[in-house]
């Protein structure tokens, strides 16, 4: 009896900060696939409500001056299967795709998996790779913040009280890119390692590559040496430059010993991750090895 808590449905962004302000044991609800799961497990002791975010109109993807707009409760299975993120975000599909079973991806949105700030959380690679910026709603009006720095450490981020991840703001581009992960099993199972690849055409025969690292630091992070090396020689890389970037990719690890994995095991991974990834975008084997 004692984890029973309150849950309240507002019908506007305001009504749903209003709400978390006043009460500050309150939480916002999306899908509910961490946070009732964690709630249940008695791992959330101070929780008093929930703030239920369906009823909210996030569930939306337009194109709009220049950038594509994902509402923060849209489902994995919904960015997955919509026409516009299949054509420009290969990495993005991917992620939604690999996170739980579709159980989980039929009910898991977006802005939660951005909301628990997990450094294992698989969209947030590709996002970051994609340049999204999260758009805020809050108790002092609107603002947006580059999703590279949003998270402040593991389970923590920039919102302050009463503030709602409304949306996400891609750059309206075709990219190509790919999203791996390491886990436990094939499906179902938290990244040990993840890493997310996406590039896009620039002058001079070249492509403007990032890449974001997931479960080897508190945060997601972006392994910008790699980047800069990649972006700045002609596309595909050759193979020289190809183990290049991987052992840059490897340094840029920071993982830890955890009861998943070991860290040195982690940081080899990422190279792994790294080299098939590119494989995988370049489209053939020899460059990427
Ligand atoms: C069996 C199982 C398998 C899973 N597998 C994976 C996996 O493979 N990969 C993976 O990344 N995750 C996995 N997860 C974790 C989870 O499903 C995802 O993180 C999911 O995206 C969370 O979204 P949600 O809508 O259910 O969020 P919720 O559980 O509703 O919320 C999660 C957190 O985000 C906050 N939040 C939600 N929406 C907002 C918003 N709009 N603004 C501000 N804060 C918000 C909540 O307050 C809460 O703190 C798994 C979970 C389960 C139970």
Redesign the pocket.
């Known amino acids: 009896m004692d984890n029973l808590a309150r849950v309240h449905f507002p019908s506007s962004l305001r009504e749903a900060a209003d709400l978390l302000v006043a009460r500050p044991g309150a939480?916002?609800?999306?899908?509910?696939?961490?946070?009732?799961?964690r709630h249940r497990n008695g791992q959330l002791p101070d929780v008093t409500d929930f703030v239920d975010?369906s009823g909210l109109d996030?569930q939306k993807i337009t194109a709009e001056d220049g950038r594509v707009v994902i509402g923060?409760?849209c489902t994995?299975t919904a960015v997955a299967t919509h026409p516009l993120i299949r054509e420009r975000f290969p990495a993005l599909v991917q992620g939604a795709l690999?996170?739980?079973?579709f159980q989980?991806r039929n009910?898991?949105?977006?802005?939660?998996?951005v909301?628990?700030a997990?450094p294992?959380?698989?969209?947030i690679p590709c996002l970051i790779s994609l340049e999204a910026e999260v758009r805020l709603f809050g108790p002092a009006g609107r603002r947006a913040v580059p999703l590279a720095d949003f998270f402040t450490g593991p389970g923590r981020t920039v919102?302050q009280p009463g503030e709602?991840?409304?949306a996400f703001a891609l750059p309206d581009r075709r990219t190509a890119g790919a999203f791996l992960k390491l886990?436990e099993r094939r499906a179902?199972?938290?990244?040990k390692v993840s890493l997310a690849l996406s590039c896009w055409e620039i002058a001079g025969g070249r492509r403007e590559v990032r890449l974001a690292l997931g479960a080897v630091a508190p945060t997601v992070i972006r392994c910008r040496k790699a980047e800069e090396l990649l972006s700045a020689a002609p596309w595909p890389p050759s193979a020289e430059l190809a183990d290049k970037a991987r052992r840059l990719v490897t340094e840029a690890a920071r993982p830890i010993d955890d009861l998943r994995s070991a860290k040195e095991y982690r940081r080899q991974m990422t190279g792994v991750l790294f080299a098939k990834a590119l494989e995988q975008v370049i489209g053939r084997g020899a460059s990427a090895r």
Not at 98 to 101: L, R
Not at 107 to 113: H, K
């Open positions: 939480r916002p609800l999306a899908g509910g696939t961490d946070l009732l799961v975010l996030l923060s409760g994995m690999q996170v739980g079973a989980i009910a898991a949105t977006l802005g939660g998996n909301g628990n997990s294992a959380g698989d969209t919102l709602l991840i409304e886990g179902h199972a938290i990244s």
